[in-house]
């Protein structure tokens, strides 16, 4: 019996490892210009406000690229980098927002669960996509489309290189060792001063940058079609279900296997 408890033990531990580094981010960075214009709504009045301590603050307009399931069309958290590299699977209870690199997949990248996903299930209410070193980031069509990807969350994305850049330049104005990275006991701890800053717009003390993003638009929601409760046939190869789902099914599976080995 102990033997069994050990091994299901590793078998989480396996199960959980697996998860955390496998997914990938459905976009590619892009120079083309008529790419850009026919996936980028360059004339979006959407926003990005960005506040930081002491008084910092600067506002550009972004391009709304998915509507999220339940989106109110305001999003306002911590605002953090967020990749597949160095992922666990710690969630925190304190509203961020992913910044999420468009250039390259890690190299232990998969299929299997999309980077939107994975930071709405650490607790992120939304995502900004910008690229380092290209003009804007491609949204992958097929990803777009809601018929076949539930959309977590708001996505946004910088409409130019040049809009980019500076924001991540003035995202250097904060210490980015304590704050720079998604880290949920961090900004577990943060709780108090993400959530006066929610109600006041003004960081109180130094902490993270905090980033609200404002839809100009609803743009088109094609979920209110027919997504009720998912029983939709999953034809895609990317996750349509949550992370939650996925690994209660797969910890149901290990369970329901190793009780046949036990009992079988
Ligand atoms: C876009 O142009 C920049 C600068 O020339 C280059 O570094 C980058 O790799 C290009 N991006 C793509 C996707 O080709
Ligand atoms: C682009 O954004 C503007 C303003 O937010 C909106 O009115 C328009 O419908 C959007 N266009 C597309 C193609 O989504
Ligand atoms: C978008 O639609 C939602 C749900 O219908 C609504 O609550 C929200 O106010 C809308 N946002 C904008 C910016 O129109
Ligand atoms: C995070 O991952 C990157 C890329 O794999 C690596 O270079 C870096 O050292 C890692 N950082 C930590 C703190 O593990
Ligand atoms: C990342 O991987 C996905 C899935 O394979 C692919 O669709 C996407 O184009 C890739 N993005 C980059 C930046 O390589
Ligand atoms: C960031 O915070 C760390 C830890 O408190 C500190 O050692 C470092 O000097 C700070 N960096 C800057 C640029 O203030
Ligand atoms: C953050 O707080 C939430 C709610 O209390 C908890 O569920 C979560 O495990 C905490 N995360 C970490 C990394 O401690
Ligand atoms: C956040 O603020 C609300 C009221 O604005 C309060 O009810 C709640 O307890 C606060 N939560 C934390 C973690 O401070
Ligand atoms: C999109 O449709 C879903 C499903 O009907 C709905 O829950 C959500 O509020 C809608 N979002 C917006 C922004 O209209
Ligand atoms: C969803 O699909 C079902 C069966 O395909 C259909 O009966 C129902 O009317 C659809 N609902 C909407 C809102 O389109």
Known sequence: MRIFMFSLCQLFILVIGN?????????????????????????????????????????????????????????????????????????????????????????TSSPENDIFTLARARGAVSALLYSEWSEACIINPEYANHKDFDHPIDVFSTKSLPSSRIITSEFLTINQTLFGDFNAERLNGSANVINETLATNVVPSSSYMFATLTAAANITNSTSTNTSTGSTPSRSSGSKASMKTEFVLIVLQVITGATVVVFG
């Open 19 to 107: 998860l955390v580094v496998n997914a990938y981010i459905p976009a590619v960075p892009t120079n083309d210009s008529a790419k850009i214009s026919a996936s980028v709504n360059l004339s979006d009045l959407s926003t990005i406000q960005l506040a930081w301590y002491p008084q910092g603050s600067y506002e550009t307009t972004v391009s709304h690229q998915l509507v999220g399931s339940g989106s109110s069309g305001v999003n306002k958290g911590a605002f953090v980098h967020f990749s597949e590299n160095n992922l666990t699977t710690d969630t925190t209870t304190t509203p961020w927002i992913a910044l999420v690199a468009c250039d390259f997949n890690t190299s």
